[in-house]
């Protein structure tokens, strides 16, 4: 799990391109565009999954009503449009309508830069799945106009989310010493990258 926020991070346009809206990826795992549609299973997701998330995600410290979470929704559309961030659901075809993991590139980091987030159900972990949907997200990333650089960012404690960027062969460029804000967090933060 990365310190990613559960909605869009300001006004910064980041590319006029925009990622594909739905990612296949082998095992019947699928990324596709958040949409308002999938507010009710993302709000389930994320109340069955709070102990899980609580340790890294700020967000998670308390559960989200459905209106809170249909807010985010409508705002993650918004910024897709906008063209700031683009937020994903990760699903598997075995479980249609079943939410079990989010994913999101955000133009929180800078111009020319994109930075994934991502948490995976806690049932779901250990399977590769958010190492094979930041891959995708990596390519799709570094395909938009203008973006040559991807970063994802994580506690230095959170080992699980550390061993996505290096198996991908993301470049650790530093530690940077940030204010904790989870549980979990030790506030050395990791900043791996991978340049176009």
């Given at each position: 799990m990365t310190r990613g926020q559960p909605q869009p991070c300001g006004p910064l346009e980041v590319s006029p391109g925009r990622p594909p809206e739905l990612l296949r990826l082998?095992?019947?795992?699928?990324?596709?565009?958040?949409?308002?549609?999938?507010a009710a299973a993302l709000n389930r997701a994320v109340?069955?999954?709070?102990?899980?998330?609580?340790?890294?995600?700020?967000?998670?410290?308390?559960?989200p009503t459905r209106a809170?979470?249909?807010?985010?929704?409508?705002?993650?559309?918004?910024?897709?449009?906008?063209?700031?961030?683009?937020?994903?659901?990760?699903?598997l075809d075995?479980?249609?309508?079943?939410?079990?993991?989010?994913?999101?590139?955000h133009g929180r980091i800078g111009p020319g830069a994109l930075e994934i987030g991502y948490w995976v159900a806690a049932r779901h972990v250990?399977?590769?799945?958010?190492?094979?949907?930041?891959g995708a997200l990596t390519e799709a990333a570094l395909a938009l106009?203008?973006?040559?650089?991807?970063?994802?960012?994580?506690?230095?404690?959170?080992?699980?989310s550390a061993a996505v960027p290096r198996k991908l062969g993301y470049r650790l460029e530093r530690v940077a010493e940030?204010?904790?804000?989870?549980?979990?967090?030790?506030?050395?933060?990791?900043?791996?990258?991978?340049?176009?």
């Open positions: 082998p095992g019947g795992l699928r990324l596709h565009r958040r949409r308002s549609t999938h109340r069955a999954d709070l102990d899980h998330l609580r340790p890294w995600m700020e967000w998670a410290a308390e559960a809170r979470t249909a807010e985010l929704t409508r705002a993650g559309a918004a910024a897709w449009e906008a063209g700031t961030d683009f937020m994903y659901l990760a699903g075995a479980e249609p309508g079943r939410v079990i993991g989010a994913f999101g590139l250990g399977r590769g799945i958010a190492t094979a949907a930041a106009p203008g973006i040559t650089r991807v970063e994802i960012r994580c506690d230095q404690a959170n080992r699980a940030v204010a904790v804000r989870a549980p979990g967090e030790t506030g050395r933060q990791l900043v791996w990258v991978m340049e176009r």
